[in-house]
């Protein structure tokens, strides 16, 4: 069994690949065949369809014109072969976001319809929709990762110089990833700033009021931040970590050895996509619990993903662990199958560890929300105040949660343990990224049944989705933040031995006492405040336009307020469209430019401004996802008859600190994941030009 995995490897990794990318096409067409509902209806969805598709047509023109640079100036550094691999990840990523946003955008409609039938049906178009986007992600990833390696083997590249290629593949990944992250987190937070601040507070009409010309502008925002964004960030976490594990394992181990353990990887992450298959047939719920219905999904797919790393690890990693450790002196050296699968298992603990813990920061159900709902009775500092203090306090636990799974795995295995922690953790991806994706699509659909004015009851189904929706949102977020740190500890360990082999030196190291590497540290930290401002400030600017907009037609069209002139939907979509794809490119420049300059000046100093995008960018990411996330809910508690409810002044603050949330969670806080792994992929991919 151990010669037939390795010897077809590569052909069970794509099968798997296959599988997701099969699940999502079946899935959507079952999808499609439901009832979008009436015409009304249609036409919303459709004009949602509308402004994405736009919105996503602009942004990929942007970024493959820089794409054509960096693949230009890559094939020069790297080769070709990591020229072409650039291209490869760049397309399979767009792809992936593209793809899943439009089916999302797609299923709106269709969850409000078969809300009229209640919570059973509607929660089962919304997780279709949202699993589509999920399996497409892992599936494209593995694909492109096992499919770009076994082309490369087969004409004539050596494990180490195919997988050295592959590293091109997930920087362009990487670049999709931040691009879409930060430009649909300005999308998404612009058009809703502007809804809220002119529609709720100065207009005094509810949310998805047809009547707010910034309301088809909000739900295509959802779609192109939380779908798109997070389905580009997390394909390029899946890849650049399966890449990276494949790396540390060939350096890791004797040449003998290579093909296993390049190909160890792939297949744990082949054998958790049938097991997300799985999971994901078997969300449904007959009680209405949607909650557990979901998370149901996801411990299923966790289980079985556990039971199936064992024997995996056991066929193809025997052999390897007993002749081929290239350090004897290594604690890889002494490890057995059992301890690799042990190391697979925290990295599935982290992540139930993630997920409790910003469940109990964001959701409404535990005290954090409930503080800083309490807080708003006196004012709107306070709300700002409690809201800043939890999301501080919020990141503790989840680095105590890093912290013990580095820990454990590096002492059971090593840095490689490590490594297979990660892959493991990104095992769950695919039901990750489909239950983020449930939260725009319900959120949708609760829009679409209240511009199409569909009855009570509709609503008192999509509402309760919508709710979960949220906190799901607010937990996957969470999720990607810990699988970005811990892959980049894994893709600096592999810059790292990649940097003494261009050296010819047996051992570099990073002393904080070394001028150059605090230096580094200083300018890493510098990054990442740096970058959570501009994309701060851009949600500002462009939010500042949506509201001028936004007011300019309340002035103009007193018919508006009186339903009896539409608004201008297509005017206000444009100019978030147009703002958010100006605001991205220089913020997005950041990870790529700063690390070069700094890399052509002192290795040292490069070495130093990884360490501190890393540990500055967790708890910058973290706090700022968490607390934003608690401001949104603590709103929502309010709005829910709690401490005044609608109306009062602690609603009033309530809404202020949501609005300064919403940068926070849904813009900055993303897009630091992927700065932080495109900051450590340009290393690996300068070392031909680091001065040393």
Not at 299 to 317: E, R
Request: net charge negative; hydrophobic share 50%.
């Amino acid at each position: 069994m151990t010669d037939f995995l390795t010897d077809h490897g590569i052909v069970i990794a794509l099968v798997c690949a296959a599988a997701g990318v099969i699940y999502g096409a079946v899935v959507t067409n079952r999808l499609l065949a439901l009832s979008g509902g009436n015409e009304r209806m249609l036409e919303i969805s459709g004009a949602v369809q509308e402004g994405a598709k736009a919105y996503l047509n602009r942004q990929y023109t942007i970024i493959g014109v820089v794409a054509i640079v960096l693949a230009i100036i890559l094939i020069i550094l790297q080769g070709v072969s990591t020229g072409i691999g650039f291209v490869i990840g760049g397309v399979l990523s767009g792809a992936a976001g593209y793809i899943g946003m439009n089916v999302s955008v797609r299923s709106n409609a269709r969850v409000a319809e078969a809300a009229r039938g209640g919570v059973p049906p509607a929660l089962d178009a919304a997780f279709k929709g949202g699993s589509v986007t999920g399996l497409l992600v892992v599936g494209l990833a593995l694909l492109g990762v096992a499919g770009y390696f076994g082309i490369l083997v087969l004409t004539g590249d050596e494990d180490k110089e195919a997988i050295d290629a592959l590293v091109g593949l997930g920087f362009g990944g990487s670049l999709i990833s931040v691009f879409a992250r930060l430009g649909g987190g300005i999308f998404t937070k612009a058009a809703d700033v502007g809804a809220d601040l002119v529609g709720k507070v100065e207009a005094g009409i509810p949310e998805d009021d047809p009547r707010n010309p910034a309301v088809i502008a909000d739900n295509v925002g959802d779609n192109v931040g939380d779908c798109a964004g997070m389905a580009a960030d997390l394909f390029e976490t899946y890849a650049v970590t399966a890449v990276a594990v494949m790396l540390i394992g060939v350096l890791s181990f004797n040449i003998e050895a290579a093909r296993e353990v390049a190909v160890y990887p792939l297949i744990l992450g082949g054998v958790a996509i049938l097991a997300s298959i799985i999971g994901a047939l078997s969300v449904r719920s007959k009680s209405g619990n949607v909650e557990g219905a979901l998370y149901k999904g996801l411990v299923v797919s966790g289980v079985l993903s556990a039971i199936a790393f064992y024997p995996v690890t056991d066929w193809l990693m025997s052999d390897p662990l007993q002749f081929s450790v290239a350090d004897p002196e290594s604690a890889l050296a002494g490890a057995s199958v059992t301890d690799l699968w042990f190391c697979a298992i925290i990295g599935i603990a982290v992540t139930a560890g993630l997920f409790v813990v910003t469940d109990y920061y964001t959701s409404t159900r535990f005290r954090p929300v409930k503080t800083i709902s309490k807080a708003s009775i006196t004012g709107h500092a306070t709300n700002i105040i409690q809201g800043l203090a939890q999301g501080f306090q919020g990141t503790a636990i989840p680095a105590l949660i890093i912290i013990l799974a580095i820990f454990g795995a590096n002492e059971i295995a090593g840095i490689y343990g490590i490594a297979i922690a990660v892959m493991a953790q990104l095992s769950l991806t695919g039901l990750i990224v489909a239950l983020d994706a449930f939260g725009p699509i319900t959120d949708n659909a609760g829009g679409i049944a209240e511009m199409a004015e569909l009855p009570e009851d509709v609503r008192n189904v999509t509402d309760p989705l919508d709710a979960v929706g949220n906190t799901t949102k607010a937990v996957t977020k969470g999720y990607a933040i810990g699988s970005a740190v811990l892959a980049a500890l894994v893709l600096f360990a592999a810059f790292k031995v990649e940097l003494q082999a261009e050296a010819g030196l047996d051992l570099i190291s990073f002393d904080i006492s070394d001028p150059p590497v605090l230096i580094g540290l200083l300018v890493g930290g510098m990054m990442v405040y740096l970058f959570a401002a501009l994309a701060i400030e851009a949600v500002g600017r462009a939010g500042g336009e949506v509201v001028e907009q936004v007011r300019k037609q309340f002035k103009e069209h007193p018919g508006i307020m009186e339903g009896t002139e539409r608004p201008d939907y297509g005017g206000t979509v444009a100019i978030v469209t147009a703002a958010a794809q100006r605001e991205m490119i220089l913020p997005s420049l950041i990870p790529i430019v700063v690390p070069v300059i700094v890399g052509i000046i002192s290795a040292q100093a490069l070495g130093g401004l990884l360490i501190g995008v890393i540990v500055v960018g967790f708890f910058m990411a973290v706090s700022m996802t968490v607390g934003g996330g608690a401001w949104d809910n603590a709103k929502k508690l309010i709005e829910d008859g709690a401490f005044g409810g609608k109306g009062s002044e602690a609603h009033a603050a309530s809404v202020t600190g949501d609005t300064v949330g919403d940068p926070y969670k849904d813009t900055a806080g993303p897009a630091i994941n992927p700065m932080i792994k495109v900051a450590n992929i340009v290393a690996i991919l300068i070392i031909p030009i680091i001065h040393f």
